[in-house]
C-alpha cells in the first residue's frame, strides 16, 4: 500500500469510526485549557481534571494565578507529575500574559510558545481547541501510533512526525487528526502492548502487517 493510499484508508476509517474526537481535559476558556495542557504532561488527563477544580477555585483567571505563590500552587498540584517546574511556569506564564498581551491569553501560535512553559505541543493544542487554528499537535501517543501505522517514516523528533503528517492531511482535519490518533494511542494502540486484535486499522497497519509476516 503506498503512503497516499493508507492515508486515505485510515482517515477514513477515523472518520466513520470515530466522527466525534475532542479533548478529555475539562476546561471552560482558554485559560483553563491552558492550564490544563501545562499540567498534563506525562500526566494523565483523569489525574489533571482531578486537580483543576481545586485550582482553578483558588486561580479563577490568568491575573489572580500571575500573583500566586508557587508554595500554594504546588500544593495544589503536588499529586500530577513534576509540580514544581510546573507550579514555577504556571505562575511565569501568567505573569508574561498579563505584562505582555494585556491579560489575554494570545491565539497565534508562535505568540503562545514564547511563554514559560509552553513548547510547539502545547501551543499546537491550545491553538487548535481553544481558537480553531489549523494546528497538528504531536504528543508521545501521536508520534508512537503515526510511526506504527505507518503514516510516518523515521520521524525521529514530534517535529519531523508532525511536518509528515501535515504534508498528507488536509488542513481542516489537523485538529480532529490530533485527537484521533492521541485516543487511540491511548486506548488501541498503546505503548507495551498494542491491542492489535481489537483495532479497526490492522489491515492498514505496517506496524502489524510486518508481525504477521514474521509469525508466516
Known amino acids: 500500500m503506498n503512503i497516499k493510499a493508507r492515508y486515505t484508508a485510515i482517515i477514513n476509517w477515523f472518520q466513520e469510526n470515530m466522527p466525534v474526537a ?21 500526566c494523565t488527563d483523569k489525574r489533571v481534571n482531578l486537580l483543576t477544580p481545586v485550582f482553578f477555585e483558588h ?26 517546574s510546573k507550579a514555577t511556569h504556571l505562575i511565569a506564564a501568567a505573569k508574561k500574559v498579563v505584562q505582555d498581551f494585556g491579560g489575554q491569553l494570545p491565539e497565534d501560535i508562535d505568540a503562545l510558545m514564547t511563554l514559560p512553559g509552553i513548547g510547539r505541543k502545547t501551543a499546537n ?41 501535515t504534508s498528507h492531511i488536509k ?8 485527537h484521533w490518533l492521541i485516543l487511540h494511542g491511548r486506548y488501541v494502540c498503546v505503548a507495551r502492548k498494542p491491542k492489535c486484535e481489537a483495532c479497526g486499522l490492522s489491515s492498514h497497519c505496517s506496524f502489524f502487517l510486518k508481525n504477521e509476516q514474521k509469525k508466516g
Do not use: W
Not at 475532542?22 to 506525562?42: G, H, I, N
Not at 486561580?59 to 514544581?84: G, K
Not at 501510533?145 to 511536518?163: D, H, I, M, Q
Not at 488542513?171 to 490530533?178: D, G, K, N, R, T
Open 125 to 165: 493544542v491550545i491553538g487548535s481547541v481553544a481558537f480553531n487554528k489549523q494546528a497538528l499537535a504531536v504528543d508521545t501517543h501521536v508520534h508512537r501510533v503515526s510511526a506504527r501505522l505507518g503514516l510516518t517514516t523515521g520521524a525521529k523528533t514530534p517535529l519531523e512526525t508532525e511536518k509528515q503528517l
Open 22 to 42: 475532542e479533548t478529555e481535559l475539562r476546561y471552560q476558556d482558554p485559560y483553563q485549557l491552558m492550564v490544563a495542557v501545562m499540567l498534563s504532561a506525562q
Open 171 to 178: 488542513p481542516e482535519l489537523y485538529s480532529i487528526a490530533h
Open 59 to 84: 486561580y479563577p483567571t490568568l491575573a489572580s494565578l500571575s500573583v500566586a505563590s508557587q508554595d500554594e500552587v504546588f500544593e495544589i498540584i503536588r499529586s500530577c507529575s513534576y509540580p514544581n
